[in-house]
């Protein structure tokens, strides 16, 4: 396990980077997939990390709380090296309900973590649908607990939603999120 902190080189305003994943619903999922919903937050994230892991509670409680706004996680981990991050476990966690969020999609060429910048697990991206655009309004940590271990008292992520949702600027610090690097692949 490698600590990282992400560094992303996108800014407030930018397009999400468009992609077209492969879901573990068996769908092909793209930015379009969610274009009804009024915000989308996109999750770098693996089923090992010690610190992704910490965020699965969160992340299935923001999908099943926000009806207007999608989590996505994508899995960008090079699966030969962590077989934890194979297609068939990311599966099996959905199945199990240890995952539960709106989409849980394999990035296997690493391209769309690279197009985002994303540099550890977790990586959150929330983006505001801004009519034929999602726009990035917040990039950093989901809450104010840097560790596994850490309880947290202060939610980022959903203070972030709820100014989107209300129409609102998001005024918030973008401190960047903590995990295990993301898991490229040699050459």
């Known amino acids: 396990m ?18 077209e994943l492969e879901g573990v619903d068996g769908d092909t999922h793209t930015l379009e997939s969610f274009a009804d919903d009024e915000a989308l937050l996109v999750v770098f994230t693996c089923n090992h990390c010690p610190y992704a892991k ?3 509670d969160l ?9 207007d706004v999608s989590v996505v996680g994508i899995n960008p981990n090079d699966d030969e090296e962590y077989p934890d991050d194979s297609f068939e ?12 969020y709106d989409a849980y999609l394999r990035d296997e060429t690493q391209t769309v973590a690279a197009a985002y910048g994303a540099e550890c697990t977790p990586d959150p991206f929330l983006f505001a649908n ?3 655009t999602f726009e990035l309004v917040y990039q950093g940590r989901l809450d104010d607990a840097p560790n596994p271990d850490d309880e947290p008292t202060r939610f980022q992520i959903r203070e972030a939603i709820d100014a989107v949702l209300a129409g609102d600027p998001v005024d918030l610090e973008w401190e960047p999120s903590r995990g295990c690097s993301i898991k490229w692949r040699e050459g």
């Open 2 to 19: 490698v600590l990282k902190e992400s560094e992303t080189e996108l800014e407030a305003g930018d397009e999400a980077p468009a992609f």
């Open 54 to 56: 910490a965020k699965f």
């Open 59 to 67: 992340l299935n409680d923001l999908a099943a709380e926000y009806d």
């Open 89 to 100: 476990k990311m599966q099996a966690y959905v199945e199990e309900g240890t995952i539960a």
């Open 130 to 132: 801004e009519g034929d």
